[in-house]
């Protein structure tokens, strides 16, 4: 009963959700999770490259959020916060597993490229595919920390500051990382720009 | 600005981390240099290129689930967290806070400090009884003339209280013995007793020469309450206490309990005696101390009590009887207390009130004093004794007694 009640809420708006959730509502927890779900997986995808891993991150993130419910602030942006989580719990699983994978350990269907069908003809698909992998391969060579602010910066189109405020560090680093990201990146790819 | 100087500044240019009037300034930089135009154009080419990296679409189903499944994941961890929670906040104050780890040693210090000392003072209590118990089982074994130490000392204290009063009278009213209880106690194992008198009485004549305890309270209570209704009930209980030795199978030992309010109404004729309650000879080591300060309704097996109906004292003929060697540990002073209070009696009673009972209690303790004594001349001044009170009766049937009674004092030297 008390299911279908929220269930039916998915208008209510997430400041609602959150102040139920933190009252130990887990159902309007629920509608949250549904709310940012693929948000959270595509990052922990594109930082692990993993769906397994990108599964478990993301489903740990909000299990997380979930219990530390009550240190957050309502005001602030429940996005930002569960971003910051997870970004953590993602650094601290690279780190742990040194995580480097090559090519052919890539599992299968975890990322694609682009297809511009149509547009393109075969040759200039073919140079364009070449170059994504090759871009992917360079990205998962940048140490974590670099990883995380490219990839923030990049897919996530975050602002230097948010970045900062994500991953707890200051403006001036989120630039010199993203310098210095960008740099690695340009000098090993330096045939395919 | 050099050239070199734009290269951050392309950056923050192109993430759109400029101002107006920065982004303005580069913008101008750049339609003049080629160089730095070239970088921004890289830059271009890395994001779009690296945005052309599509990641997988996954099937609704996954989407469907994901939020169930971390809902159900939620729920399992909520139901383990309970132990694993306690578990973990246990590690975490220990492991990982030194601070107060100290606090927490230092509260279960002051804990074990308590214990222990709890435990030693359990430990010392049950010894120091011991010890007693142990030093009164020695006394009891110091054969009669060595006596005093059989007393314990609340014992000693009551008898002091009494000596000035030796020589008081004694009249009996009849003495309300349904209310006193005997209790029997039958085990041999036990090794403590407590006699316990409790008083309970209406001070109506407290006579100012009360020996017992009781009584001087009684006393005391009324010149303090001298305001108070004299009717007043005072309930006062007075508990002398005696650790009591080993007992061996077999014998019985009578613990009393004396109403003490009793007491109180009486003259303070009666000294205080001491019984010493022997069902054989063979016990007489294992021998209990026990003191009355009243008459009361003695038991058989006791060998000496004050007299219900008089105001003597009696010894138990039947019980000494039972003793096969005479031996007794009835006191030499006692004895010749039970004499001369009969002699008290005789003195002071006209021939015709005499009792042949007066007779052969002096016998009786003369020949108890003989046994224990040795005393040639006693036997001989009871024997004389009795042969006065043989001259002054009439009647034939005393005479008769009196003479079985020498017959059986003279026989006690040849024996």
């Not at chain 1, 069908?117 to 140079?127: H, I």
């Not at chain 2, 000693?156 to 209280?161: A, F, G, N, R, V």
């Not at chain 2, 004050?306 to 039972?322: G, I, L, Q």
């Amino acid at each position: 009963m008390v299911e279908k009640k929220f269930k039916t809420g998915a208008e209510e708006t997430e400041d609602k959700l959150i102040a139920r959730a933190k009252k130990g509502d887990i159902y309007s927890f629920e509608r949250l999770v549904e709310r940012y779900q693929k948000k959270f997986y595509y990052l922990a995808l594109r930082m692990t490259r993993s769906h397994e891993a990108a599964d478990d991150l993301a489903q740990e993130s909000f299990i997380k959020a979930f219990y530390s419910l009550k240190s957050f602030k309502e005001g602030h942006s429940f996005c930002a916060w569960v971003y910051k989580i997870c970004m953590n719990l993602t650094i601290n699983y690279l780190k742990r597993q040194k995580f480097t994978i090559s090519e052919s350990q890539l599992p299968q269907g975890s990322l694609e490229l682009v297809e511009d069908t149509g547009k393109a003809d075969a040759s200039e698909q073919l140079v364009r595919d070449e170059l994504a992998r090759k871009i992917e391969n360079e990205i998962d060579h940048l140490p974590a920390e670099f990883r995380a602010v490219f990839i923030l910066k990049t897919y996530e189109e975050l602002s230097y500051e948010e970045i900062a405020n994500t991953l707890k560090i200051s403006k001036g680093t989120v630039m010199s990382r993203l310098f210095r990201a960008r740099e690695r990146l340009q000098k090993s790819l330096k045939g395919y720009l | 600005m050099k050239c070199k100087d734009f290269d951050k500044l392309i950056h923050l240019y192109f993430d759109g981390e400029l101002d107006a009037g920065e982004s303005k300034e580069i913008e101008e930089h750049l339609l003049t240099c080629q160089n730095c135009a070239a970088k921004l154009q890289e830059l271009k080419k890395l994001e779009e290129s690296a945005k052309g990296v599509r990641l997988p679409e996954l099937s609704p189903d996954y989407w469907k689930t994901f939020a169930e499944r971390v809902r159900n994941e939620i729920i399992l961890r909520r139901r383990k967290s309970i132990w694993s929670r306690l578990k973990s906040g246990w590690e975490a104050f220990f492991f990982y806070s030194p601070v107060k780890l100290r606090i927490a040693a230092g509260i279960a210090s002051i804990l074990l400090v308590f214990i222990i000392g709890k435990l030693y003072w359990d430990y010392k209590g049950k010894e120091l009884e011991r010890v007693r118990s142990e030093r009164i089982e020695k006394a009891l074994s110091i054969p009669v003339q060595q006596k005093p130490e059989l007393q314990t000392p609340a014992v000693k204290e009551s008898l002091q209280t009494k000596k000035p009063a030796k020589e008081t009278t004694f009249v009996k009213p009849k003495p309300p013995i349904a209310e006193q209880k005997a209790l029997q106690i039958s085990t041999p194992s036990e090794s403590i007793s407590s006699v316990q008198a409790e008083k309970n009485a209406e001070l109506q004549a407290p006579s100012e020469s009360v020996i017992s305890l009781a009584g001087e309270k009684a006393q005391g209570e009324k010149e303090k309450g001298a305001g108070e209704s004299k009717t007043s009930e005072l309930k006062k209980s007075i508990t002398v206490t005696a650790e009591r030795p080993k007992i061996e199978k077999g014998v019985t030992v009578n613990l009393r309990t004396v109403n003490q309010a009793e007491m109180a109404m009486k003259p303070p004729s009666l000294p205080e005696t001491i019984l010493y309650v022997q069902k054989s000879p063979e016990d007489k080591r294992t021998a209990v101390t026990t003191t009355l300060r009243a008459p009361a309704a003695a038991k058989r097996d006791e060998g000496l009590y004050p007299a219900e109906s008089v105001r003597y004292y009696k010894v138990d003929t039947e019980w000494v009887r039972a003793l096969t060697d005479k031996d007794t540990l009835v006191e030499a002073d006692t004895l010749k207390k039970v004499i001369s209070s009969w002699k008290e009696y005789f003195e002071k009673k006209p021939v015709s009130e005499w009792t042949p009972e007066g007779f052969s209690q002096i016998k009786v303790a003369y020949e108890l004093l003989f046994l224990k004594t040795s005393d040639e001349p006693l036997r001989q001044a009871g024997i004389k004794l009795l042969n006065q009170y043989k001259d002054s009766v009439t009647d034939q049937k005393m005479k008769d007694e009196l003479t079985k009674n020498i017959f059986e004092l003279e026989a006690l030297k040849k024996k």
